[in-house]
């Protein structure tokens, strides 16, 4: 009886049984959806917090240019050719972009081609050099985002270029560089390999490559521009037709000879370049106008964090108390620079220039950092700044020329 009992029951409730095995549940993944604690609760701890701990805004020493007439508009420069200014974004690449722009000017001055080079490209073997640097130096060579202006030259020379259009280093659907994560990850890897003694530079820059080909792609070996089958190299010396020999760095400072090549001592020279042809200050200047007045544009590089620095107007002046332009001079130089007041900070592009109603000099600067683009992103003055000579002759350390610019003071400089 009990049996039959048991059978009945299982045939009167099949029909629910069945009901329940033919719904499936479904899962899915969703942001929580929990805004009230997020929006209500720790937004009230973080107001309590800011009142009773405000975070103190930070002030800056500079100078007042309210009230200047300063020729801070681009209109009212004599410009030559150059690429729209582009962003570097969050990476320390200027000296990476200011070149690229200046041999993209080049291109144009001396061939009357436009194109737009890729600066990842060229970023890309850079980190791949200080890599075996890092290697060969078992661990003592710099290893960061920030280079040298000839440091660009090495690389066509050795690795060749592509166009932006080929290679943006853009991925994930980025709009904006940043390299933190990547380079954090690079120096991770890399202080690991210092701390176990793993010295096989073929693994070390395989290691490398792989981290960058995650972050920005992988370069390309070959690609087509212009309907043109062409290897970066190729691109380089049949389409560009740039000779990396032709191009030339001037530094002014005193505690190496002038008027022979030196080394410039700074970080970003990780690779302890003797290339510079180093003189005097009157003659840097010299050089420097020449070269501008003459249609050359230059990428150059010095101190841009200056209390004479306007990031209002982007213009860049010597302020008398810091010290009367009149006494500017290579003992000026110097002194900021061994006291580190003067840095290696930027690379910037110099595209124009201009005279003022007193006949001084004035200079257009093509920049990629954040700093030139306070002002409205559709104003013709998003990307540049106006640089005084006294600015000039005090805080731009080195630049990068076309060697014709050079070539009447050639006989003075010591082999």
């Known amino acids: 009886m009990k049996r039959i009992f048991t059978i009945l029951l299982a045939l009167a409730l099949m029909p629910a049984m069945n009901t329940f095995a033919q719904s499936k549940d479904k899962a899915v993944f969703e942001p929580s959806q929990n805004s009230f604690y997020p ?3 720790m937004k009230d701890v973080k107001a309590v917090q800011q009142r009773l701990h405000p975070k103190k805004t930070q002030k800056y020493f500079t100078m007042d240019q309210s009230g200047m007439n300063l020729p801070d508009k681009v209109s009212e420069y004599k410009s030559f050719w150059h690429t729209p200014t582009t962003s570097q974004g969050n990476t320390g690449t200027c000296w990476c972009f200011s070149t690229t722009s200046f041999f993209e000017s080049e291109e144009h001055r001396l061939f009357n081609q436009d194109v737009k080079l890729s600066e990842m490209y060229t970023v890309y073997w850079e980190y791949v050099e200080k890599a075996k640097g890092f290697v060969k130096s078992r661990g003592t060579s710099v290893f960061d985002e920030g280079s040298e202006a000839n440091a660009v030259t090495r690389d066509y020379k050795k690795y060749g270029v592509v166009p932006r259009s080929v290679y943006d280093g853009f991925k994930d659907g980025r709009k904006f560089y940043s390299h933190a994560e990547m380079i954090k990850e690079m120096k991770t890897y890399l202080q690991n390999v210092k701390k176990t003694a793993a010295w096989n530079e073929t693994e070390v820059v ?4 792989a981290i960058m080909n995650r972050y920005m792609g992988a370069p390309p070996t070959s690609f087509t521009y212009d309907g043109k089958q062409y290897s970066p190299k190729s691109f380089l010396k049949d389409y560009l ?5 032709d191009y030339v760095d001037v530094l002014s400072y005193e505690q190496k000879p002038f008027w022979h090549q030196v080394e410039y001592q700074v970080p970003d020279n990780w690779w302890h370049s003797k ?3 180093n003189v ?3 003659v840097y200047m010299d050089i420097w106008n020449d070269a501008i007045t ?3 544009t230059m990428a150059i590089g010095g101190d841009v964090s200056e209390p004479g620095f306007s990031h209002k107007t982007n213009v860049a002046l010597i302020p008398d108390f810091d010290i009367p332009a009149a006494y500017i001079n290579n003992n000026a130089r110097q002194f900021r620079f061994s ?4 840095t290696d900070d930027h690379g910037m592009h110099m595209v124009g220039y201009m005279k003022d109603k007193n006949g001084q000099m004035w200079y257009l600067i093509k920049d990629s950092s954040s700093g030139s683009r306070s002002v409205d992103p559709k104003s013709p003055e998003f990307g540049y700044y106006f640089f005084s000579t006294p600015y000039v002759k005090l805080k731009m350390m080195d630049f990068m020329v076309h060697k ?5 003071y050639m006989k003075k400089f010591q082999k």
Do not use: Q, S
Request: proline share 3%; hydrophobic share 35%; aromatic share 10%.
């Open 39 to 41: 929006n209500v609760i």
């Open 206 to 209: 395989a290691t490398i490559k």
């Open 241 to 245: 037709k740039l000779n990396m020999n």
């Open 275 to 277: 290339a510079y042809y």
């Open 280 to 282: 005097p200050l009157k």
């Open 294 to 296: 003459h249609g050359y």
């Open 339 to 342: 006291n580190r007041t003067t």
């Open 404 to 408: 014709d610019m050079l070539k009447k």
